[in-house]
């Protein structure tokens, strides 16, 4: 049921908000520049690496020697609009179409912070990566990464097909409190460095 539910909701949606992500897509051209979509690899369900897809929210601004200036100077304030409605998020539902992802489900963070996971910690990648999960509706980036994962690890234990309209639902609400968009002092979150961080 929770594969077939995302196959029509994402399919119905990319119908219906193709307008929108066109008009994104240049707006985004025009303010920030090419490549308009982000790409990157991150793990998917059981860690398998995949191309996750987002509105391109930086600039590629960099220092003296070639190296990407830290977030919070690349982050525009169109880019923070944009994180902050999470409009930049919508492409990840061709990621949904194609089963790469759910709706709902862990977030999918780095590649290089998987072997940095405690054997509980992993179990995150027992399903599908969400666009929206637990910890999202519960946090989001505002909360520690123990607290995240915690919260991770319970959906996985505790997922349905009601929690995940519950959880669609809240997310609608946290959207438009454009609530937890970072942590204290940080552009998004700080990095995970493995152990008991918070």
């Known amino acids: 049921m929770k594969r077939a539910f995302d196959i029509a909701i994402s399919a119905t949606a990319l119908i219906v908000l193709l307008p929108v992500l066109a008009i994104l897509a240049l707006v985004v051209r025009w303010r920030l520049g090419n490549p308009v979509l982000f790409r990157q690899v991150r793990p998917g369900l ?5 191309t996750m897809l987002k509105f391109r929210s930086m ?6 020697s070639g190296a990407p200036l830290p977030d919070h100077l ?25 089963g790469e992802m ?18 509980e910690q992993a179990r995150r990648h027992e399903v599908r990566p969400g666009v929206t999960g637990w910890a999202q509706v519960n946090g989001r980036n505002a909360i520690s990464w123990q607290e995240k994962f915690a919260l991770d690890v319970w959906y996985v234990d505790n997922r349905s097909f009601w929690l ?5 639902a809240m997310t609608l609400g946290r959207v438009l409190k454009r609530s937890g968009i970072s942590a204290d002092g940080e552009a998004t ?5 493995g152990g008991q961080q918070e």
């Open 46 to 50: 059981h860690a398998k690496p995949f």
């Open 74 to 98: 690349r982050l525009t304030p169109f880019g923070r609009f944009l994180r902050s409605t999470s409009l930049d998020e919508l492409p990840e539902l061709w990621n949904v179409l194609v």
């Open 164 to 168: 995940d309209l519950k959880i669609i």
């Open 102 to 119: 759910s709706l709902v489900g862990p977030r999918p963070l780095l590649m290089e912070y998987v072997p940095l996971y405690s054997s």
């Open 59 to 64: 600039r590629d601004a960099r220092d003296a």
């Open 189 to 193: 979150m700080p990095k995970f460095t």
